[in-house]
């Protein structure tokens, strides 16, 4: 199922560097999200959007920017990496109502080293 | 803040058995919404089961169904005759609808053996 798709999949990069992972979804939902995974932590919200001009932070934004350019594309930056933001990055979609499922991309792992 | 605990790290069982995962959640809302989503060893995740907290009538997916205990606040999986696909992380997630935002457990692993 490749109707959210994230780019790129693996990512290697040094402290200090800016670095931009992308999500596109063709799923035409109007609500997309930002997770990263740690081990032993499960998923925790970094921002989400509920339409291309609302953009709330979530649990952990610091360190953390995001850009809607438009329904299908939500992207998160991280402007100056740091080693503790290695992780699972995953993007999520989900239809304009609560309590509906949300559907998760394939994710990326980013090393910060 | 909701919070969800799930208080097994890991867990195995023999292929063609039942396990049950448990998960308890912390809320002082009366409408929500419980998940279950499998992590495979490819790392996408994948929903397994979807639950209203308004409907009392537990959530049956095949092979997967939950136990949920609205008072108790407990929303357990159970995955009968097992398979060496079932082989996963799996987390427990609760959402508030009016934020619509998931709040995730830190997971369970299982180990299906043959």
């Known amino acids: 199922d490749a109707d959210v798709t994230q780019t790129p999949r693996n990512r290697i990069t040094k402290t200090g560097k800016r670095i931009m992972l992308e999500c596109s979804q063709t799923k035409g939902h109007d609500r997309m999200y930002w997770y990263r995974q740690d081990p032993g932590l499960g998923l925790r919200l970094i921002y989400y959007?509920?339409?291309?001009?609302?953009?709330n932070k979530g649990e952990i934004s610091d360190g953390y920017s995001v850009s809607r350019q438009a329904q299908a594309k939500f992207s998160l930056s991280l402007e100056s990496a740091i080693p503790n933001q290695t992780a699972l990055y995953f993007c999520a979609t989900s239809v304009g109502q609560g309590g509906e499922t949300q559907y998760f991309g394939p994710g990326t792992r980013l090393l910060v080293l | 803040a909701q919070t969800v605990t799930q208080s097994q790290p890991e867990m195995s069982v023999q292929e063609a058995e039942t396990v049950t995962l448990s998960c308890t959640y912390d809320t002082s809302e009366s409408n929500y919404y419980l998940f279950w989503y499998k992590q495979p060893p490819s790392r996408q995740m994948i929903l397994v089961i979807r639950q209203e907290a308004y409907k009392q009538q537990n959530a049956t997916e095949n092979r997967f169904s939950v136990n949920f205990q609205k008072a108790a606040k407990s929303f357990s999986l159970k995955i009968s005759d097992s398979q060496l696909g079932d082989t996963a992380m799996y987390f427990c997630a609760f959402m508030n609808p009016a934020s619509g935002k998931l709040v995730f457990g830190a997971g369970t692993i299982l180990r299906v053996k043959s």
């Open positions: 959007s509920f339409d291309v001009k609302d953009i």
